[in-house]
């Protein structure tokens, strides 16, 4: 039984400050939880991955109780401030459309240090996002939902890490290799989970899927929420992951050109919309 860091049935539900809500966020919000609560699936792939490695998979196992706690408070909290949203069905919806393949015995990424490293990537990208969420929105309890999946993303990412070394230690990947994994899964954040995730949650019953679409309307809304202190994180966990030192003219370097990246493809998607 995994001890959660807290519970989001004990969420104070009855503060929630329907005044406060940004109708611009609660589209984000529903996409969000269709992606947390579908962390079964990948931890049936990464036991799969890892079938001779037993102490990881329980810490696996112990990672999916927490992300689907994820999904289904945003999912609370998306129904509370929009009755016609219900989480169930949408979920139904997005796993219709998209699943995760499981039946692999070996990791897409070439080594189980890049599974591991490609792992600390996608907690490195929620932890950042929850973070900038949570700072942009002024309704007090998705402002403590995200504060807690923020801080539970940033745990996954030293529990990863950690197995990150011991992998390092058995195939000794060099940094190139080890960024190029990490650079390869940041390039995947557009892939279709994201942009089926937003589909699934807000369009119309009898709508088509047309990713181009989707996956604009979600960028737009992600990259406008995000400040330079939540880049400059974000990317120094990177660099701790692939074996890079931060604070250093080359960290300095790249995390002015994330922070470029992202609010220059804000402005772009913004005069789209």
């Not at 009855?14 to 589209?27: E, G, I, R």
């Not at 600390?120 to 939902?145: F, Q």
């Not at 937003?198 to 737009?220: C, L, W």
Request: with cysteine; glycine share 4%.
């Amino acid at each position: 039984m995994v001890a959660l860091h807290w519970n989001y049935e004990e969420l104070p539900w009855d503060q929630l400050d329907h005044s406060k809500v940004d109708p611009d966020l609660v589209p984000l919000i529903k996409a969000a939880a269709l992606v947390e609560f579908n962390a079964d699936d990948y931890t049936a792939y990464l036991c799969n991955v890892f079938h001779d490695d037993p102490a990881f998979q329980e810490v696996a196992k112990g990672w999916a109780v927490e992300e689907v706690q994820h999904g289904r408070a945003l999912g609370k909290w998306a129904e509370l401030v929009d009755p016609t949203f219900n989480f169930d069905k949408a979920v139904e919806r997005f796993r219709a459309g998209y699943r995760v393949p499981i039946d692999l015995n070996a990791s897409v990424r070439g080594s189980r240090t890049g599974e591991m490293i490609a792992r600390c990537m996608v907690e490195t990208g929620t932890s950042s996002y929850y973070a900038a969420i949570g700072d942009s929105a002024d309704e007090p309890v998705l402002k403590l939902i995200c504060k807690n999946i923020a801080a539970d993303e940033l745990r996954h990412f030293k529990l990863f890490y950690t197995y990150t070394k011991k992998y390092l230690e058995l195939e000794q990947l060099n940094k190139f290799q080890r960024l190029k994994v990490a650079l390869s899964r940041i390039g995947e954040s557009e892939d279709d989970e994201l942009a089926y995730a937003y589909f699934a949650a807000n369009a119309p019953e009898g709508e088509t899927y047309v990713h181009k679409t989707y996956n604009q309307a979600y960028m737009r809304r992600a990259y406008s929420r995000y400040q330079p202190r939540h880049v400059d994180r974000a990317v120094a966990m990177v660099f701790k992951a692939c074996g890079l030192k931060p604070h250093t003219r080359f960290y300095s370097v790249a995390a002015r050109g994330a922070w470029w990246l992202i609010e220059s493809r804000a402005k772009r998607l913004a005069k789209v919309a």
